[in-house]
């Protein structure tokens, strides 16, 4: 099966930016969605940031206009900048994707998986 394999995550200052990068496992033939999650303590999972096959992003409301979604599909990659990071970033993030790959056979095969997740936290 696709594995993801998030990176990028650490300890930043409020105001600061860090970079999150998730890749998979395999060579994938076609992405229908990339996103990233996220679950701070006691909370539930949240959607963060999706883009589309097409491109086409959603963000939710809490970070529009700091963080941003791409896809590399050429590198099997998805990245979330974020920037202006507040402590209310502070949280668990995953990486989740759908699309297909090539089985054995060569025939394409769909795929649906998360990452073991990263943690960010935002502090002084």
């Known amino acids: 099966q696709v594995q993801l394999v998030e990176s990028g995550g650490g300890l930043v200052q409020p105001g600061g930016s860090l970079k999150l990068s998730c890749v998979t496992s395999i060579r994938i033939v076609r992405f229908t969605v990339m996103a990233w999650w996220r679950q701070a303590p006691g909370k539930q999972r949240e959607l963060v940031a999706d883009i589309s096959s097409g491109g086409t992003t959603n963000y939710a409301d809490s970070v529009k206009g700091r963080f941003t979604i791409s896809g590399d599909n050429g590198k099997n990659t998805v990245y979330l900048q974020m920037n202006n990071l507040k402590a209310e970033d502070t949280a668990v993030y995953y990486c989740?994707?759908?699309?297909?790959?090539?089985?054995?056979?060569?025939?394409?095969?769909?795929?649906?998986?998360w990452g073991q997740g990263i943690q960010v936290t935002v502090s002084s």
């Open positions: 989740n994707a759908e699309g297909y790959y090539s089985d054995f056979r060569g025939d394409p095969a769909k795929f649906a998986s």
